[in-house]
């Protein structure tokens, strides 16, 4: 009879990471999957952050453009409607017409004052003190001060403030320019 041969079949396991290293290299790939991502999202977000930067500089340079052009245009106007006011004061045939047309140049004359103040507040200084000097001008001229001048005198007053308007159109123009071109030698923050 034959003796049945016994055979050992076991399993011996060759080491402890072998089991593991699937496991491990799946979290390793997906370890950096998602520090892939994070960089990105980061990157982005830089990118985002810069980009809403522009944006509101270049809103607030639009803004100031066009609250240069409005100031501008309002103490231009009010310069050249003083002017014209003081020659009517000049010629008024009566004292009470000549109050009343006084009286237009002292409003427009605080119209001025007030666009002075909008330029200080919005960074234009030199522009504010333009403002300053034409009121100031016009202030000097009082009712009883124009009504005494010859005509000489006053068409020299008149000259003076359009002379002040010119300058300070000039320089609100030059303003204006610069606000509409945006300054790219400035620090980036």
């Known amino acids: 009879m034959c003796t049945p041969v016994q055979v050992d079949i076991t399993t011996h396991a060759g080491s402890f990471a072998s089991p593991w290293l699937p496991s491990l290299s799946s979290l390793a790939v997906s370890l950096v999957a ?3 991502v994070f960089l990105t999202i980061r990157a982005a977000d830089c990118r985002a952050k810069a980009d809403r930067r522009a944006n509101r500089e270049q809103d607030f340079l639009t803004w100031k453009r066009d609250t240069l052009l409005r100031l501008a245009a309002e103490v231009s106007g009010s310069a050249v409607r003083a002017g014209d006011a003081l020659k009517r004061v000049h010629k008024a045939a009566t004292d009470d017409s000549a109050a009343v047309e006084y009286r237009k140049v002292e409003q427009l004359s605080e119209d001025i004052g007030a666009a002075n103040s909008r330029l200080g507040v919005i960074g234009e200084r030199d522009l504010a ?5 034409i009121r100031l001008r016009l202030d000097a001229l009082t009712l009883e001060a124009v009504r005494g001048l010859g005509a000489d005198e006053l068409e020299a007053h008149v000259q003076a403030i359009k002379s002040m308007r010119g300058s300070f159109d000039h320089d609100a123009e030059r303003s204006i320019r610069a606000a509409a071109e945006p300054d790219d030698t ?3 923050r």
């Open 34 to 36: 998602l520090f892939g």
């Open 186 to 188: 400035r620090p980036a």
């Open 129 to 133: 003190k333009r403002c300053i000097a």
